[in-house]
């Protein structure tokens, strides 16, 4: 069974003349604990893709199947909770990390375990083992304005992770890094995708940052041009 | 995890700040209200404290306190005669503004029959008087001390006792002496105008070629006795005896020429929808509009509060969180916020009520409700916040 099944899915803002294809006909399927690129330029549809994974973005045709879930079919199925399954099977990871600045390294990472129904000892625990994981043990009360940007990466990271997500989905993680910086955050997710049996999916611009990666897909003015 | 305290713990400077701020505000409306109540007891703190069942005064006046009211001392033994009257005892009041300390010193003097009623309620330093002349006691408010003395009239009167909180409708502080020096204080001229008085007296008389001397001697000594009596008061006050019909005496009086006879009930409106009642308005009017300042603050804190976490917001959406979680949040620091300021302001108007110049009289009643509308704010102003956060996009949280 696939992580993420994507089939002929388009996504077309507006109607009419002034109506704008922003992804065509896209296909994909991600195994459990495969590491795939989605790499293209800038306004190539690549984030869009992921936001319909993701389950911000109504896809307007084709099908969305995440662990075995058919999730939307020519739009949302009505009877799916999107929050739900993004919280249950779906860990994000943000270019600008996306930290809540007033929380802890530790309590960022809690927030996403209580959200989901954890007790405050059970999230604790599982943070704590997650963050030490990630080498951050030292910064577990540390806010996020006083983390380097590779720590607030892996902050971000160990919370994307902490649901156990079936799959996760990064949008330029290694943006805002510097390139020793990115390619360590690259190798994290790789050694995670095979850990934790996670499906990334990682989308990114830049081709320096996607050595060692399972596949690799080309997106181009809204079409998956090739895999890799 | 509790994120409005969590956000309040990492902005504890703005928002302690904001809370000091907010608390103010609501410590000047406990403060209107306790100025609200305050203008009641002082209104009523003469009135109530004489325990008078009526109040007669001059016919077609509504005094002694919202009008000026003179009748004859001795009509208290024609109303001490009325079936249904257990006693009767004549009251004067005056305002006397004078100089102490080169500042100028108002107070409310009350001249009461030493062997009758209407004196000081209470005695909490020094005695009553005892002296018929030329002893005082005086309200807290006066601030004056046991043995300090304050020149009258033509004399120097002594403070021999000190009594509670009492007050003039106007909130000047009260002071008691005996009625005939109230008298005195009141209705009698200086020298110079007696001599003037009796001389006109004599001139006229003189210009009457009907009168012996004999008789124009006899004129001017009765006429000058009239004119120089201090024997008026402002006020008569009776108590009933048990079970009497107080309309019954009520009407008996009112038939009496020059006579008004007002009830206790009927002083009580007296002083307070007519005395009071403009005040009473304003304040209510101001305490309306600071509620409404405050309501305004507390949603545009809220609102740039919110604002300011959009991105947040966004962040918990995508990972899941339900609305509960982010409305939650707001509402919470809301009404954090709510709480925290109005005791800081119920803090401040606790130590410094007793510093106003007029009495602040905080009830417990009036805080509560206060309170109960200050939590209605909150929650009321939270919703434009909480409606906000509610239309944030989780797409919002991606992008740089």
Redesign the interface.
């Known amino acids: 069974m696939y992580a993420v099944e994507v089939e002929r899915l388009s996504k077309i803002y507006g109607r009419g003349e002034t109506a704008v294809t922003a992804i065509a006909d896209a296909s994909l399927q991600v195994k459990p604990g495969e590491l795939v690129a989605i790499l293209g330029p800038s306004g190539s549809g690549k984030?869009t893709l992921l936001?319909a994974i993701?389950l911000?973005?109504e896809p307007t045709r084709g099908r969305v199947i995440l662990d075995g879930t058919t999730i939307a079919d020519d739009g949302w199925l009505p009877e799916i909770d999107l929050?739900?399954v993004?919280?249950?099977k779906?860990g994000?990871i943000?270019?600008?990390h996306?930290l809540?600045?007033?929380?802890t390294a530790l309590?960022n990472v809690?927030?996403?375990l209580?959200?989901?129904d954890l007790t405050?000892r059970e999230?604790r625990a599982r943070a704590v083992e997650l963050l030490e994981a990630l080498n951050l043990g030292h910064r577990l009360a540390t806010?996020p304005s006083f983390l380097s940007g590779g720590e607030s990466q892996r902050v971000a990271i160990a919370?994307a992770l902490a649901n156990r997500p079936k799959v996760i989905l990064a949008?330029?993680p290694t943006?805002?890094l510097d390139t020793e910086n990115g390619k360590n955050v690259m190798a994290l997710l790789k050694k995670l995708a095979v850990e934790n049996r996670s499906a990334i999916l990682v989308v990114t611009h830049d081709h320096r940052m996607v050595e060692g990666f399972d596949r690799i897909f080309d997106v181009r003015d809204g079409r998956i041009m090739g895999e890799r | 995890?509790n994120?409005a305290f969590?956000?309040i713990?990492?902005?504890r400077g703005r928002f302690i700040l904001t809370s000091i701020g907010l608390g103010l505000l609501l410590g000047v409306v406990m403060s209107m209200g306790g100025i609200y109540r305050g203008l009641f007891a002082d209104a009523l703190s003469i009135s109530n404290a004489t325990r008078a069942d009526l109040w007669v005064v001059q016919k077609e006046t509504s005094g002694p306190f919202a009008a000026i009211s003179r009748i004859p001392e001795d009509i208290r033994y024609r109303i001490a005669a009325v079936p249904g009257v257990a006693e009767a005892s004549p009251l004067s009041f005056e305002t006397i503004q004078i100089e102490r300390g080169g500042k100028p010193f108002r107070f409310f003097l009350v001249g009461y029959d030493l062997n009758g009623f209407g004196g000081p309620p209470v005695i909490i330093a020094g005695r009553g008087i005892r002296q018929k002349h030329y002893e005082m006691v005086v309200a807290q408010g006066m601030k004056m001390g046991l043995g300090e003395k304050v020149r009258l009239g033509l004399h120097d009167y002594t403070v021999v006792g000190i009594t509670g909180k009492m007050v003039s409708s106007g909130g000047d502080p009260a002071a008691y002496v005996s009625l005939a020096d109230a008298q005195e204080i009141q209705f009698k001229s200086d020298n110079d105008a007696i001599r003037n008085q009796r001389e006109r007296i004599a001139a006229r008389l003189a210009g009457l070629p009907t009168l012996s001397p004999p008789q124009t001697k006899f004129l001017e000594q009765n006429i000058a006795a009239l004119t120089e009596s201090t024997h008026t008061v402002n006020t008569v006050v009776a108590r009933l005896a048990p079970g009497a019909n107080l309309q019954e005496v009520q009407e008996r009086i009112g038939h009496w020429n020059h006579f008004r006879a007002i009830s206790d009930g009927e002083q009580t409106q007296i002083l307070t929808k007519g005395m009071i009642e403009k005040a009473r308005m304003q304040l209510g009017l101001f305490r309306i509009i600071l509620l409404v300042i405050s309501a305004v603050i507390i949603s545009l804190i809220i609102y740039t509060s919110t604002i300011d976490k959009l991105?947040?917001i966004a962040?918990?959406?995508?990972?899941?969180?339900?609305n509960r979680?982010i409305i939650g949040m707001i509402l919470q620091q809301s009404l954090l916020m709510g709480v925290i300021a109005y005791a800081i302001g119920y803090g401040i108007i606790s130590l410094t009520y007793d510093r106003f110049p007029r009495r602040v009289e905080l009830v417990a009643g009036d805080l509560q409700t206060l309170f109960v509308i200050v939590i209605v704010i909150c929650t009321v102003s939270s919703f434009v916040g909480i409606r906000k956060a509610l239309r944030v996009?989780?797409?919002e949280?991606?992008?740089?």
């Open positions: 984030t936001t993701g911000i973005n929050k739900r993004r919280r249950e779906i994000f943000f270019q600008a996306n809540i600045p007033f929380l309590e809690m927030v996403a209580e959200i989901n405050k999230a806010y919370r949008d330029e943006a805002a | 995890m994120l969590r956000d713990r990492y902005h991105r947040v962040t918990l959406k995508l990972i899941g969180a339900q979680v996009e989780p797409a949280a991606l992008g740089g």
